[in-house]
């Protein structure tokens, strides 16, 4: 819209850049082709990876939960930040990885420097009985061992 000067256009492209609609679409939407070229164009127009999509989610929890790896490896490879998230309430994105049960993506996050150990604030309906949480707790919480075994988590009583 910019390139054809259509100004009502371009405003409208620029507030989809800012909210990160068109990294939402470029990433998410069915049948996009050259999602990576189109994700540099955006990205070259002010695109901000760590945007939060609709539900306060970041792009990369995005990815994570509806374990869209192509998404997930765009992100990463572009410079999405591992262990980003709107706030210290929120799952961290291997916590994501690791509610989906992905060993996969789990060990790709991993291989790209996800923390482990990053804690978050645990909401009362979580109901773990402890006021902060990593992803190691979040695995013994759901009871998925292999998930704690990609996690080297120690035993609870060690």
Not at 45 to 68: K, M, P
Not at 123 to 148: F, I, V
Request: aromatic share 4%.
């Amino acid at each position: 819209a910019c390139e054809y000067g259509s100004t009502a256009g371009c405003d409208a492209y620029k507030a989809a850049i800012e909210k990160g609609e068109l990294l939402q679409h470029v990433l998410f939407a069915p049948g996009v082709e050259n999602r990576e070229s189109q994700l540099k164009e955006a990205l070259k127009l002010g695109a901000n990876l760590n945007s939060t999509t609709l539900y306060s989610r970041t792009l990369l929890q995005t990815a994570i939960s509806e374990e869209n790896t192509e998404a997930l490896k765009l992100l990463l490879d572009n410079g999405a930040d591992i262990n980003y998230r709107v706030s210290n309430e929120d799952l961290t994105p291997l916590m994501y990885a690791v509610n989906t049960g992905n060993s996969d993506i789990v060990t790709l996050l991993l291989n790209n420097g996800a923390d482990s150990h990053q804690k978050m604030q645990v909401p009362e309906y979580l109901n773990m009985g402890q006021p902060e949480a990593d992803a190691c707790d979040l695995a013994r919480k759901l009871e998925n061992a292999q998930m704690s075994t990609l996690l080297n988590c120690r035993l609870q009583n060690e």
